[in-house]
Each structure stands twice: as structure tokens, then as C-alpha cells.
T-cell receptor, first 113, second 111 residues
Framework: SAVISQKPSRDICQRGTSLTIQCQVD?????MFWYRQQPGQSLTLIATANQGSEATYESGFVIDKFPISRPNLTFSTLTVSNMSPEDSSIYLC??????????FGQGTRLTVV | SQQGEEDPQALSIQEGENATMNCSYK?????LQWYRQNSGRGLVHLILIRSNEREKHSGRLRVTLDTSKKSSSLLITASRAADTASYFC???????????FGAGTRLTVKP
């Protein structure tokens, strides 16, 4: 199993500002995934982050709003830019295990005021 | 985009009873997984069932998969108060291992 550390665990931010969320994995992984979970909802995939190439975004998510970095095989960041209250969610990073199961960080609970 | 639909949306049972949650999906899959999420926390992987498997057990958990009906069920036997959580199914349909999640079932087990 993979151990994923995500920071910060929670934050309260002013609208119009940006927040960068960090995700550290204890082993090298090819792909990392970023999800959003809006209040009371299920998870929605934002993008897939590959090391050495641009992230692949799902429909409804764009790079300008959610820029992603993947500088090496154990680390990734997701930035939520120009935040509005609608961005208040839990953001989770995830990696695929050897048996294709997904492992998740504890999530970042973001509140935009 | 969401792939699965889960029912019921909420389930409340007494400790010791069995809980059954269902999940349906729309496209062909490589595997289907069930996760638990305690309130506001990260997801915990429970069990993975591959598309060529029909049933799988893990402790008090039993998962079935019917690919002809594109549906799965999660059974928790002899439930405990600590089983109170949201349960999500997720499907893996592509080559990238990106998961598509159902809406989840909120399970409450009363002591």
C-alpha cells in the first residue's frame, strides 16, 4: 500500500486568492490523480498528473483554474486559483496501487469566504 | 464525470444487522472497487473485484458483481457502530486507473 501525505489538511481562504495543495507519496508512482468532493457529494476526478508531461483535465476543469505540477514521481501539487465560495470542497490526491486499487490522501478541506 | 449510481442514498440499521448497498454503472469496466469514508476524511479502500469475478469476500464484507446488469452490491454482515460511514463504489474503465465514483450510501449503524 502507498502512504500519501497531503497538506494542508484544511484552510479557510479569502475569495480571489489561490491555494496550493501538496501531495507526497512514499513510493514512486507514474500517475497521480486529483479529485474534488463538494459538500455532500461524491468524488469527481479533476485531472491526472503524469511526471514529465502536462496534466490531463476532465471535462469541466481547466488548467488556468486548477494548475497542477508534477516535478517528480513522488510529489504533486494542485492549485485552486482565483477562488470563489463555489470552490469550497474537499480536495483529494490519489495514486493507483499494484493491484489497481486507489489510495487516497486524507484530503484538504477548503472553505472560501 | 460520475459513472455509478448507488442505492440506497442513506441506510440506517441496528447493530448486528446486515447492510446491503448497491451500485450500478454504465460502461464496461476493468474492475470495481468499494471505499469507505468516515465523515470528512480520506477514503479507505475496502475491496476490489475484477470484471471476470462474480463474488469476493473480505472479513465481514461480501461484494458481488454482475457485469450483465452492470451492477454490484456490498454486504456488511453483523454490522457495528464503527461501520457508520459513507460507502462509495468506483469503477476503473480505462488504461489510466482513474476512478469514477458513485454518489455513495450513507450508512448509520445504531448501537
Amino acid at each position: 500500500s502507498a502512504v500519501i501525505s497531503q497538506k494542508p489538511s484544511r484552510d479557510i481562504c479569502q475569495r480571489g486568492t489561490s491555494l496550493t495543495i501538496q501531495c507526497q507519496v512514499d513510493s514512486q508512482v507514474t500517475m497521480m490523480f486529483w479529485y474534488r468532493q463538494q459538500p455532500g457529494q461524491s468524488l469527481t476526478l479533476i485531472a491526472t498528473a503524469n511526471q514529465g508531461s502536462e496534466a490531463t483535465y476532465e471535462s469541466g476543469f481547466v488548467i488556468d483554474k486548477f494548475p497542477i505540477s508534477r516535478p517528480n514521481l513522488t510529489f504533486s501539487t494542485l492549485t485552486v486559483s482565483n477562488m470563489s465560495p463555489e470552490d469550497s470542497s474537499i480536495y483529494l490526491c490519489s495514486v493507483a496501487g499494484f493491484l489497481n486499487e486507489a489510495f487516497f490522501g486524507q484530503g484538504t478541506r477548503l472553505t472560501v469566504v | 464525470s460520475q459513472q455509478g449510481e448507488e442505492d440506497p442514498q442513506a441506510l440506517s440499521i441496528q447493530e448486528g444487522e446486515n447492510a446491503t448497498m448497491n451500485c450500478s454503472y454504465k460502461t464496461s469496466i476493468n474492475n470495481l472497487q468499494w471505499y469507505r469514508q468516515n465523515s470528512g476524511r480520506g477514503l479507505v479502500h475496502l475491496i476490489l473485484i475484477r470484471s471476470n469475478e462474480r463474488e469476493k469476500h473480505s472479513g465481514r464484507l461480501r461484494v458481488t458483481l454482475d457485469t450483465s446488469k452492470k451492477s454490484s452490491s456490498l454486504l456488511i454482515t453483523a454490522s457495528r457502530a464503527a461501520d457508520t460511514a459513507s460507502y462509495f463504489c468506483a469503477t476503473d474503465a480505462g488504461d489510466n486507473n482513474d476512478m469514477r465514483f458513485g454518489a455513495g450510501t450513507r450508512l448509520t449503524v445504531k448501537p
